[in-house]
C-alpha cells in the first residue's frame, strides 16, 4: 500500500528506499500555480514578476500577460468627476396653428359702445334709456361673431444655466489576493 507524505509518496511502508520524494510526477519542475495563501507551500517558490494584477480566464493559449495599468489605479473604492455646465442659450418656439372654438372661449361680453338712443332724462353720455346695440337691447352688447382663422403665439428668451455636479462612483470591488508559485 502507498502512502501520500509531506515529501512524496511512500510505496513500501517497510522500505523507506521504496519511495518518491519529489512531487514532479505529478507537476514538473517549473510548473506555475495560484495558491489562495498567505506564503508558498513546501517545495514551492512565490514569483513575484506579476504584482497587482487581474486574473483573466480565455478560451485561447493561456500564459499571456497585458495591460499597463494596475488593479487598484484603475479600480479605486471611489472614483469621481466633476461636471460643470455654465452659459446663457438662447430658446425660442411657437405654439399655435390652432383655431379656437366658440366652447373654448371663456364667457365675456363685448359692451357697445353706442350711447343711448333716447327715453327720459337720456344724453348722448348717460346710462339710462334704451341702448342701440347690434345685439339685444336688455344686454348692451353686441352680437357674437368669431374670424375663424388659425393664431399663434410665438415666444423666445433665454435660460441661463449654472450647474456643477460631482459624480461619485464607487469602484472598489470585492476581491481576494493570491499568489503565483512555481515549483522548485
Known sequence: MARLTANGIDFDLLDPNNRINSFYWQYPAGTKKVFYQAAAPVKWTQDTSSNNRALRVVNSAGGGTGGVQNWTTVLKSTASLAVALSGT????????????????????????????????????????????????????????????????????????????????????????????????
Do not use: K
Not at 383655431?99 to 332724462?121: M, R
Not at 345685439?135 to 456643477?164: K, L
Open 89 to 184: 442659450f438662447p430658446v425660442t418656439g411657437s405654439v399655435g396653428n390652432h383655431t379656437l372654438s366658440l366652447s373654448q372661449l371663456p364667457d365675456h361680453t363685448h359692451p357697445s359702445l353706442f350711447g343711448p338712443a333716447g327715453g327720459a332724462g337720456s344724453t348722448p353720455f348717460s346710462n339710462t334709456g334704451v341702448r342701440l346695440t347690434s345685439g339685444t337691447n336688455a344686454t348692451g352688447t353686441m352680437v357674437p361673431a368669431g374670424g375663424g382663422s388659425v393664431h399663434n403665439h410665438p415666444w423666445s428668451g433665454s435660460a441661463v444655466v449654472n450647474e456643477n455636479t460631482d459624480l461619485v462612483v464607487d469602484l472598489g470591488v470585492q476581491y481576494i489576493d493570491v499568489i503565483v508559485c512555481s515549483l522548485n
